[in-house]
């Protein structure tokens, strides 16, 4: 089992639309969780963070953390065509060397 | 103006020789990583340093080698025993372990 999973996609939605990000987690001990946008030939950009369980509201953006289930999940309200990317789902594994382990990324398609 | 620079944006080499990419960060980061992704792919961690002449290998550090004299720096070389280094380059730093880490725009890699 991968220790960050993410739907790879793509995902479509239509403009105005909510779209909706899933991820995935193996450590029940992870404490930091991180959505990173990476547009096409460009390098990934900071999101959102969300450290605690419930909703974190930011602008179009809700990052919804489920420790209990392993889940975060990343959702776009009114979506646009310049949300079309790739979003990436970063997990602080403790006790991994790897600092942060990312999954690999869902394709989101906002379709005009 | 904070952030991270890495330099050159594109680079292009014949096989057999050894290439060095430059990072640079002023946000006064200690920890700094190297990243490699493939079309397609997620992000695999290459090098890591926590602090200051200190360093640890990523998941695929074989081919690569990098230091870290300086608090701001920290350059990778790809080196001839690389057997596929055509890749988009990433660098990234962060305050701390388990914090956001935030990248420069990649080095694009090409290698004949």
Known sequence: QKEVEQNSGPLSVPEGAIASLNCTYSDRVSQSFFWYRQYSGKSPELIMSIYSNGDKEDGRFTAQLNKASQYVSLLIR??????????????????????????????????? | DGGITQSPKYLFRKEGQNVTLSCEQNLNHDAMYWYRQDPGQGLR???????????QKGDI???????????????LTVTSAQKNPTAFYLCASSIGEGYEQYFGPGTRLTVT
Not at chain 2, 61 to 75: I, N, Q
């Open chain 1, 78 to 112: 009114d979506s646009q065509p310049s949300d079309s990317a790739t979003y990436l789902c970063a997990v602080n594994i403790v006790g991994s060397a790897r600092q942060l382990t990312f999954g690999s990324g869902t394709q989101l398609t906002v379709l005009p």
């Open chain 2, 45 to 55: 961690l290459i090098y890591y340093s926590q602090i200051v002449n200190d360093f």
């Open chain 2, 61 to 75: 550090a074989e081919g690569y080698s990098v230091s870290r004299e300086k608090k701001e720096s920290f350059p």
